[in-house]
């Protein structure tokens, strides 16, 4: 009996009915699920700010450590498939993924955040989805249609609402520039992500996109664009106190691990289009989250901004076309057939 290998990347079509409505469903489950993650990340990630920690050395400790988290899923998850590593698109992906979805969308924000109140600054960066919504019209031809555009409206209105920007508004140019090249960092995220065509397995795309932006972070802290400071005091976090490890454990674990890992399995379910309007659910997760652990109640006006990005989202999803629609699998490269 002979082994072989099919090396053709095989892409399932979208599904119709049933199937093809628990795929969304799924998908857009797997994306709240992402959205809420990543939501943890600036609660968690304050408590090691407020001890010494800088924004630079949380981040690239965070992503280093989810790389290393899925380093070892990574490896059974390529079992079969380590030949894909020889190929250039692999590599063009992951890069791409690291360079813009995690070294760039973070170390871009948080230039950012020092030029401009931290609400203009998400605002900015959560101007992403709309990239993507114009990358789509320019480089597949997807023009959007009214509903599209409406929800898209509804969503930026939603979140301005939840970001409440209009209370504490900071102009700086520079900030601006570094808020807008942050957006092109999240616009790769759901781009790149979505992409499958490398044929990796979600799990190994995002070990190797991440420990490509952790090298790009910490190469950005050697030559001192992103300052590194680290303290190894207690923390407080929901009024009680806990070792340093604690949130740092979460941040890898859950905001970088979990977060990136399912980010990625939504993207590729739900296509880069809907996959960012549905990730504007992390602004609303990130209040929540700050509401439970640090008690910042949120105001009725951000609860009505999350209503206005959830009906945004419902717009965009219903507008989308069939031929908009992602294959209905998410792991494209097949096992050695027998």
Do not use: C, N
């Not at 207690?234 to 890898?252: E, I, Y």
């Amino acid at each position: 009996m002979t082994t072989t290998r099919t090396h053709d990347v095989t892409t399932a079509r979208p599904t119709s009915g049933r199937s093809g409505l628990r795929t969304v469903l799924l998908g857009l489950a797997v994306a709240l699920v992402s959205a809420a993650m990543f939501g943890t990340s600036g609660t968690v990630g304050k408590s090691l700010l407020l001890t010494g920690w800088s924004s630079g050395a949380a981040v690239a400790v965070r992503v280093g450590l989810g790389a290393l988290i899925l380093a070892g899923p990574a490896a059974i998850a390529m079992r079969g498939r380590w030949h894909l590593l020889r190929r250039p698109v692999t590599w063009i992906h992951t890069g791409l993924f690291g360079l813009l979805a995690v070294a760039t969308a973070q170390l871009f924000y948080f230039l950012a955040v020092e030029r401009l109140s931290v609400g203009v600054a998400l605002m900015l960066e959560y101007l992403g989805p709309i990239l993507v919504v114009g990358w789509l019209w320019a480089r597949h031809g997807q023009r959007p249609r009214a509903l599209t555009i409406g929800g898209v409206s509804l969503a930026v209105i939603g979140l301005l609402l939840v970001l409440d920007v209009l209370g504490d508004v900071q102009l700086s140019t520079v900030g601006v520039v570094w808020g807008l090249v942050a957006a092109v960092g999240l616009a790769g995220f759901f781009i790149v992500g979505s992409d499958d065509s490398s044929g990796l397995p979600p799990t190994a795309f995002a070990a190797l996109g991440m420990a490509i932006g952790a090298a790009v972070l910490g190469l950005a802290g050697l030559v001192g664009v992103l300052p590194m400071s680290v303290s190894t005091q207690s923390v407080t976090l929901a009024g009680a106190t806990a070792p340093w490890w604690v949130p740092v454990a979460w941040l890898g674990l859950v905001a970088a691990a979990g977060a990136y890992l399912t980010g990625i399995i939504a993207a590729r379910m739900l296509g880069a289009k809907v996959a960012s309007f549905v990730g504007l659910a992390e602004v609303m997760f990130a209040v929540l989250f700050a509401w439970l652990l640090l008690g910042e109640m949120p105001a009725p006006v951000q609860l009505l901004g999350g209503a206005l990005i959830v009906a945004g989202v419902a717009a965009v999803k219903a507008d989308e076309r069939d031929d908009e629609l992602p294959a209905a699998t998410y792991e494209v490269e097949p096992l050695p057939e027998a």
